[in-house]
C-alpha cells in the first residue's frame, strides 16, 4: 500500500496547483450537487454534503461556486443536471485491475470516453464484476502530521472506529469501515485536528508491484483517464517502491 498511498497522496497535495485545475474544479462542483441532490441540502445534516463541501474548499473551489453546487442539488435553484454514478471496470499494463468511477448525465458519452482512454494506453475494458471484487469499500482520511505522533492521532481515533493508521511520510491516512467515516472526522475535529480530505475510496487487497517502466505506463493512463470530464476517481492495484517512485519522479 505505502507506494500507491504516498502516490495519491502527491497527487493530492498537487492538485490545487495542476494546470487541469479547471477540471479538478468542475469534478469537486459535481460531487457537491449530487451529494446535495441524494441527501439534502443542509450540510450539517447530511454528512456526504459536508464533506465534499469541505474537500472543494481544500482545493481552492471558490465559495460562490460551491453553495451555487449546493442550491441547485437541494432544489433551490435551477439548472441541475441528472448525474448517475456509473462504474467501469478494466486491466491496465501489466495486468493491473482498475476501477473508475463515472459521475455522468450520458452513459453513452462516459463509455466512449473511458474505452479510448483504455486503448489509448495499453488498456482494456473488463466485464462488470471481473475485477471488482479485488476491491473494498474504506472510509478514507488524509491529515498533515503538522508535529502529531501516530499514538496523539490513534487516541483521537480509535473509539470512533478508525481500525488502522498508516504512516505516509508528510501525512498519515486513516482507514475505516465506510459506516463510521463520518464519526471519525468528527472525532478529528473534536481534538482540534486538521484534515486534508474525508472520502470513501476503493482499495485493493492484492497489489501488483511495478518497476519504472510499469509505473510510467500505469500513471499515463490514469491522467488520461482523470482527464475525462465524466470520470470522478480511478482506483487500481499496484504497488511501487520509494526507490520506484523517486526514479519516476
Not at 469501515?177 to 485536528?193: C, F, H, S, T, Y
Request: hydrophobic content about 40%; some cysteine.
Amino acid at each position: 500500500m505505502s507506494g500507491h498511498s504516498k502516490w495519491a497522496t502527491t497527487k493530492h497535495k498537487k492538485a490545487a496547483l495542476d494546470a487541469k485545475r479547471g477540471k479538478l474544479f468542475a469534478k469537486l462542483i459535481k460531487n457537491v450537487e449530487v451529494a446535495a441532490r441524494t441527501g439534502g441540502g443542509d450540510p450539517e445534516a447530511n454528512p456526504t454534503l459536508y464533506d465534499a463541501m469541505q474537500k472543494a474548499r481544500k482545493n481552492s473551489v471558490p465559495q460562490d461556486n460551491i453553495e451555487r453546487a449546493r442550491r441547485r442539488g437541494a432544489g433551490e435553484e435551477a439548472g441541475g443536471s441528472d448525474w448517475q454514478t456509473v462504474m467501469y471496470e478494466g486491466y491496465a499494463p501489466n495486468g493491473v485491475a482498475v476501477l473508475i468511477e463515472c459521475l455522468t448525465d450520458n452513459r453513452n458519452r462516459a463509455s466512449s470516453e473511458v474505452r479510448t482512454a483504455m486503448n489509448r494506453h495499453g488498456g482494456s475494458m473488463a466485464d462488470a464484476g471481473s475485477v471488482a471484487y479485488l476491491f473494498t469499500r474504506r472510509g478514507v482520511v488524509i491529515l498533515p502530521k503538522n508535529g502529531l505522533s501516530e499514538e496523539d492521532v490513534l487516541g483521537a481515533v480509535l473509539d470512533a472506529g478508525a481500525e488502522e493508521i498508516n504512516d505516509l511520510g508528510e501525512s498519515y491516512e486513516v482507514l475505516s469501515e465506510p459506516g463510521n467515516l463520518v464519526d471519525v472526522r468528527k472525532a478529528l475535529q473534536a481534538e482540534g485536528i486538521e484534515y486534508d480530505s474525508a472520502d470513501t475510496n476503493f482499495l485493493a487487497s492484492v497489489n501488483v508491484p511495478l518497476d519504472a517502466e510499469g509505473a510510467r505506463k500505469l500513471f499515463k493512463l490514469i491522467d488520461a483517464l482523470e482527464d475525462c470530464d465524466d470520470v470522478q476517481n480511478v482506483f487500481a492495484n499496484f504497488d511501487v517502491s520509494d526507490d520506484v517512485m523517486a526514479e519516476v519522479g
